[in-house]
């Protein structure tokens, strides 16, 4: 996922892609508990693009308030 695709969406389609990422974070984060994980590396990604959506989401909202 790259920052300049994430600018170009809506806070709504960027909130709606927090909550995806963060079901998967939840779903990898069972995965590893129990054992099942074999992709560990998808969960440093994962992190990685929620603090990504989260910063535009911020950057959105402090342009916004100006």
């Known amino acids: 996922m790259n920052a300049n ?23 990898l ?6 054992g ?5 590396a998808r969960m440093r990604t994962v992190r990685r693009d929620v603090a990504r959506v989260k910063t535009i989401l911020n950057q959105k909202a402090a342009a916004a308030a100006e």
């Open 5 to 27: 695709e994430l600018r170009d969406k809506t806070p709504d389609q960027l909130r709606e892609q927090l909550t995806a990422l963060k079901k998967e974070a939840f779903n």
């Open 36 to 40: 099942q994980l074999e992709g560990t």
């Open 29 to 34: 984060r069972f995965q590893q508990a129990t």
